[in-house]
């Protein structure tokens, strides 16, 4: 069975530069998550979805950060302007609903903002 | 205010022997907690979770041990393995809530 796939793997922009990150949830996963994670902290919930629907986002800067996922299956997760506190790693998971569910991550994509 | 606090960012322990990873969190309303493992370049991956319900749950060589008067709960690997060599976050959450609580993790090295 296929995991949670993302792209790109990494990514280096110049400051003021957008940029967008795709995930692809594990097929049947309903439930979808974008989280960021800074060095030598844990992973940060920026939003989530139910199917197409965006049913928590109170933690994405709305300012510069926007997601959707269209038909329900892949997100896309954009950053317009990225700034240099915006390096990070973005990690996609998705899982079956229910708030006691194993969420399955992805490799995450690494940005560098210079 | 971090509420899931991993204070060891690292730990060196000999294979075969005994790791032990601690957390600590401070919001009392958490009902359910996670240990999740990770290997550089790769996501998160679950290892095991444990209820408020619970004071212990066993996989294998993996067990966790919550102690709710503490608010502090404990991974043990027995025997540690090199390819245990990893970070390992403790997450937390409350009832009916999605959101996790991550630490920010400790880093385990196994020697061999």
């Known amino acids: 069975e296929a995991g949670v796939v993302q792209s790109p793997r990494y990514k280096i922009i110049e400051k003021k530069q957008p940029v967008a990150f795709w995930c692809n949830p594990i097929?049947?996963?309903?439930?979808l998550y974008w989280y960021l994670q800074n060095l030598g902290q844990g992973p940060e919930l920026l939003i989530r979805?139910?199917?197409?629907?965006?049913?928590?986002d109170s933690q994405l800067p709305k300012d510069r950060f926007s997601a959707e996922r269209l038909k329900g299956v892949d997100s896309t997760l954009k950053i317009q302007p990225a700034e240099l506190g915006d390096s990070a790693v973005y990690l996609c998971?998705?899982?079956?609903?229910?708030?006691?569910?194993?969420?399955?991550f992805g490799p995450g994509t690494r940005l560098t903002v210079l | 205010d971090q509420q899931v606090k991993q204070n060891s960012p690292s730990l060196s322990v000999q294979e075969g022997r005994i790791s032990i990873l601690n957390c600590d969190y401070t919001?009392?309303?958490?009902?359910?907690f996670l240990w999740y493992k990770k290997y550089p370049a790769e996501g998160p991956t679950f290892l095991i979770s444990?209820?408020?319900i619970k004071d212990k749950n066993e996989d294998g060589r993996f067990t966790v041990f919550l102690n709710k008067s503490a608010k502090h709960l404990s991974l043990h690997i027995v025997p540690s393995q090199p390819g245990d060599s990893a970070v390992y976050f403790c997450?937390?959450?409350?009832?009916?809530?999605?959101?996790?609580?991550w630490g920010a993790g400790t880093k385990l090295i196994i020697k061999p």
């Open positions: 997450a937390a959450s409350e009832l009916s809530n999605y959101q996790l609580i």
């Open positions: 919001n009392s309303m958490f009902d359910y």
């Open positions: 444990i209820s408020s």
């Open positions: 097929s049947g996963h309903n439930t």
């Open positions: 979805y139910e199917n197409e629907e965006a049913v928590d």
């Open positions: 998971a998705s899982s079956f609903p229910g708030a006691r569910n194993e969420q399955f």
